[in-house]
Nanobody
Framework: QVQLVESGGGLVQAGGSLRLSCAASGSIFSINAMGWYRQALGKQRELVTSITSDGSTNYADSVKGRFTISRENAKNTVYLQMNSLKPEDTAVYYC??????????????WGQGTQVTVSS
C-alpha cells in the first residue's frame, strides 16, 4: 500500500507565499517523477510542475518564475514553494508520484489534495 500525504495549504492574500509538502510512504521501491497538479472549481485538473528523480523540472507557463518545485529523495518528499500568489492560483492542489512498488508494479499515485485560496 502506498500513501501520499500533502500539507501546507491555506488562505493567503495576493502577493503572499505558501509552501506545500507531499510525503510518500508505504511499499515503495523507487520513485520516478513527482509532481503537483491543481484543479480550480469548474475546471479540469492541470499540471503545475513536475520533477524527475535526477532533479529535472518543468513548469506550466502560468507559474514560471513564481513557483519552485524541489524534492528530498531520501524522504520521498516533494515540495512546492509558491511566491507572488495570485487569485487565479486558487485551487485544490494534488501531489502525484510515478513510482514502482516493492512488488514491482509501476503506477501513478495521488494525494488527497490540499486547498489553496488566494484572496485579492
Amino acid at each position: 500500500q502506498v500513501q501520499l500525504v500533502e500539507s501546507g495549504g491555506g488562505l493567503v492574500q495576493a502577493g503572499g507565499s505558501l509552501r506545500l509538502s507531499c510525503a510518500a510512504s508505504g511499499s515503495i521501491f523507487s520513485i520516478n517523477a513527482m509532481g503537483w497538479y491543481r484543479q480550480a472549481l469548474g475546471k479540469q485538473r492541470e499540471l503545475v510542475t513536475s520533477i524527475t528523480s535526477d532533479g529535472s523540472t518543468n513548469y506550466a507557463d502560468s507559474v514560471k518564475g513564481r513557483f519552485t518545485i524541489s524534492r528530498e529523495n531520501a524522504k520521498n518528499t516533494v515540495y512546492l514553494q509558491m511566491n507572488s500568489l495570485k487569485p487565479e492560483d486558487t485551487a485544490v492542489y494534488y501531489c502525484n508520484a510515478d513510482l514502482i512498488t516493492t512488488w514491482g508494479l509501476r503506477d501513478g499515485y495521488w494525494g488527497q489534495g490540499t486547498q489553496v485560496t488566494v484572496s485579492s
